[in-house]
């Protein structure tokens, strides 16, 4: 049996999703890795690291602080500096007062919002990315490759490439970010059940396939977008890993 519509979409949405995570774990790694072969100084190659991520960091940190704004929060002062917090990198940060969990789970989410935005943003007005997708996803490999081989051409283009990098890069929730999503997700199954007991399923069923679909076609967009621009700078770092391994005869391990 071939899958329906919403199941066609729905292992779209697992696989950009998965695609995403696995990008934003390989990116981190390998751009600390490189960075450390090129200075052989781990507290300089963390300053560099923290450099080529610098526009995704203010974006990320300012997407906290506007939506604590939004929602009536009190935040402290902004840091977009790095730091080392146990064995973890803290890229930056912004102190938010403790509030409930629904203004605390927008907050967190802000991020990744904002982000998506100004990558779709970036995918539409700068570089035609929905033609690119479109013709990739009708198997017209020829005009796909033309597509992308005119985004190069684009003014300015590697300088927007880079800032989608550096957004998509930056822009995922941290843990700290999703502490009061448990929470709320409760909340919302327990306004489903009594929905549902009141009568209100075909309402439920309607209305939820609706924000489902449209927010997953979201999703699949942003998440195409921007791992199609980031495959170029992936390709950079692994091309120039590989190469200062020759050089310096060491070779780079990951836990």
């Given amino acids: 049996m071939l ?35 090129l200075t052989g100084d781990e507290e300089l190659a963390l300053w560099l690291y923290a450099i080529v991520l610098f526009p995704g960091v203010v974006l990320h940190e300012l997407s906290h602080a506007l939506m604590a704004r939004l929602v009536g929060t009190r935040i402290g002062r902004i840091h ?12 930056g940060y912004v102190p938010v007062e403790s509030t409930d969990f629904l203004r605390a789970s927008f907050i967190g989410i802000a991020p990744f919002l904002v982000g998506s935005c100004a990558i779709v943003a970036i995918g539409y007005l700068v570089f035609g990315t929905p033609e690119v997708l479109q013709a990739l996803a009708q198997g017209d490999w020829s005009g796909g490759a033309q597509a992308v081989a005119s985004m190069t051409l684009t003014p300015d283009g590697w300088l927007w490439a880079y800032l989608v990098f550096a957004i998509s890069n930056t822009m995922l929730p941290s843990r700290s970010d999703l502490h009061a999503w448990p929470a709320l997700l409760m909340v919302i199954a327990i306004a489903i ?17 609706r924000f489902l679909s449209m927010a997953s076609r979201w999703i699949v967009l942003f998440g195409a977008s921007a791992l199609l621009i980031d495959l170029p700078f992936f390709t950079l770092i692994l091309v120039s890993q590989k190469a200062l391994e020759q050089l310096k005869g060491v070779r780079l391990t990951y836990d």
């Fill in 3 to 37: 899958p329906t519509t919403h199941g066609l979409l729905a292992i779209e949405l697992a696989i950009t999703l998965a695609l995403l995570l696995w990008a934003d774990r390989w990116l981190h790694r390998h751009l600390q890795g490189l960075m450390l072969l």
């Fill in 80 to 91: 977009v500096l790095p730091r080392r917090v146990g064995k973890r990198i803290q890229l």
């Fill in 193 to 209: 059940l009594v929905t549902v007991w009141a009568g209100g399923a075909e309402l439920i069923r309607e209305g939820s396939g």
